[in-house]
């Protein structure tokens, strides 16, 4: 019976090292802490669940099964996180998220014949059945949404816009409420007659997440992955109810609820509304911009070398694209060099640039580059008018005035690092491409604007080499 | 309708508790810095992992072939959700800390 006490008290525990990590998360000084505090709860609550647990009396079995599969899961996680490339850290989180909702969905099917055998039989409304349904169908549409997040972010899978995509989503969603209702109004059947239904729900839940996620794409994908993490976190709640475990219980509705803030957060830093991201209407439109387009001045390397090295002050606005290059330690390279004769080089990040908030600081941090060096957006925009040179290396949208000055343009209101008010704009690029909300970018057009055309990496080592040489 | 009060009377306390979670974590993380949006939604992702506890109940309770099976690949899922989301949250905010230096 000791063990049952030590057991609920080390859940209770578990779910207060769950909050505090948490809470320590969310500031710099104390986040590393708080990550290592919350896997301390986690460690805890797994050991005591393997040691105490009991279900009528019952105590685990299968224990060198279980231990198997917890040191065949950590060598593969461990080796994963530890290998990936920075660059690749998004698609890492949507994948270890796939997994977590794949293992809540596996539960409730394997837990739906008991919970139906006591549930179904006797009355019309069965709280469990509904929660266990809800389980299967949050977790399968979790890992479903985050392999096709996890392959679009690596490469793999394309994006898919039609419009009508979104009523055929509308509609397995309420094909979906169909057959919960279905099944809970089963009544007095042998659970195993309904499993044929349970798994055709799975499967409609499983297309539903790889529906739902297609037609998004890009920037947006940082939202849908935090998204889909907070499903995660209600999917493993569920199985907290089912268990009446309070550690399931408090841990998942914890980042269920965080998550959803998260994904608005992250929303508002876009200035774009959920829905619109879910609906996945971003692209086209901003008319009023592609008719203006003026000509679009390039420049030399050689010019370029001699107007950074005797400028004063240098502003680098990353964005995706040096991300893609692995440019990341060039850049670094050149900031140093330039330094070295003299000038003053800072980075203006864009808290959206890249594809995850924080992305630019993850990859240049990378690269060494000083913590004092990294610029936030609000502060970077008063000191860019006295600022000789911005390059902007592999970033669009975060610097296009539109979002200031054209009222039809789909990111109209979205902050931006105000490039176009420095001295002189450089924008490397890999060709005329547009950024990821397909619209025009009137900063290259700008008069103050060259472009530096070619692969980002390319591009920075021949600057370095030339910057060396001057 | 007798039922769903019923139900609703019989789990209050998990509801109690369902409830109050859902406020503390948009209290917990509603200032958060951009910067730390991508490590925090990365915790996150480990801390649900709890859901592995769940699959060691139904592997330890299973007795026959498939659900044995089921149970394990759970566990491994369950496993790398856990571990991998600790390890990668670790990462990056091991770089936030050099930078500091």
């Known amino acids: ?470 | 309708m007798e039922n769903i009060l019923a139900f609703i009377y019989e789990y209050r306390e998990p509801i109690f508790a369902i409830i109050l979670s859902i406020f503390l974590g948009i209290e917990v993380i509603s200032h958060v810095p951009a910067v730390l949006h991508t490590p925090l939604m990365s915790g996150a992702n480990a801390i649900h992992g709890v859901v592995i506890i769940g699959a060691i109940i139904v592997m330890g309770h299973a007795h026959t072939t498939l659900p044995i099976i089921l149970g394990f690949l759970a566990v491994i899922l369950g496993t790398l959700n856990v571990v991998g989301g600790f390890v990668v949250t670790d990462r990056m905010l091991e770089m936030f800390k050099k930078k500091k230096k």
């Open chain 1, 1 to 470: 019976m000791i063990g049952s006490y030590i057991l609920e008290i080390s859940y209770i525990l578990a779910s207060v090292l769950f909050i505090v990590g948490l809470k320590m998360l969310s500031h710099p000084e104390s986040a590393r802490r708080g990550n290592i505090l919350a896997a301390v709860g986690m460690g805890m609550a797994i050991l005591f669940t393997i040691l105490f647990h009991k279900k009528d009396g019952e105590a685990i079995g299968n224990i060198p099964l279980i231990l198997l599969a917890l040191v065949i899961g950590t060598i593969i996680g461990w080796m994963v996180a530890k290998k990936v490339k920075m660059t690749a850290m998004p698609q890492l989180v949507s994948l270890f998220n796939g997994m977590g909702g794949a293992c809540a969905a596996l539960i409730s099917v394997m837990e739906f014949p008991h919970v139906a055998h006591e549930g179904m039989y006797a009355e019309m409304f069965s709280g469990e059945v509904l929660n266990i349904l809800l389980g299967l169908v949050i977790g399968s549409v979790s890992f479903a949404g985050s392999m096709i997040a996890f392959g679009k972010l690596n490469g793999n899978v394309g994006d898919l816009r039609i419009k009508w995509l979104r009523y055929v989503n509308m509609g397995m969603l309420v094909v979906i409420i169909g057959v919960i209702g279905y099944i809970m109004s089963m009544g007095n059947i042998a659970p195993s007659d309904a499993m044929p239904v349970v798994y055709t729900l799975m499967v409609i839940a499983l297309l539903y997440g790889v529906l739902f996620v297609m037609p998004i794409g890009g920037a947006d994908m940082p939202v849908v992955i935090s998204l889909l993490n907070s499903f995660t976190g209600v999917a493993a709640a569920t199985g907290g109810f089912l268990y009446q475990n309070q550690a399931m219980l408090t841990g998942g509705i914890l980042v269920g609820s965080a998550g959803t803030i998260l994904t608005v957060l992250m929303c508002k830093a876009m200035n774009r509304s959920l829905l619109n991201v879910i609906v996945g209407v971003f692209g086209g439109g901003g008319e009023a911009a592609n008719q203006e387009a003026g000509t679009i001045k390039e420049i030399s390397m050689s010019d370029t070398s001699v107007l950074l090295g005797y400028s004063q002050k240098v502003v680098i606005v990353p964005g995706y694209g040096l991300a893609v290059a692995q440019a990341q330690h060039l850049c670094h390279e050149l900031e140093e060099l330039l330094e070295e004769k003299g000038v003053s080089v800072k980075y203006a990040i864009h808290p959206v640039a890249g594809r995850m908030p924080g992305h630019m600081n993850v990859l240049l941090a990378e690269a060494d580059v000083s913590y004092d060096k990294l610029v936030e957006m609000d502060e970077i925009n008063s000191e860019l008018p006295q600022t000789d040179v911005v390059i902007i290396i592999g970033a669009n949208d975060v610097v296009n005035p539109a979002a200031e000055n054209d009222p039809s343009s789909p990111i109209y209101g979205m902050p931006i690092i105000k490039a176009h008010l420095a001295k002189n704009i450089i924008v490397m690029k890999r060709g005329m491409g547009k950024g990821y909300a397909a619209i025009e970018n009137m900063l290259f057009f700008n008069d103050k604007t060259r472009m530096l055309f070619g692969d980002a990496k390319a591009s920075l080592q021949k600057l370095v080499t030339d910057v060396k040489s001057l």
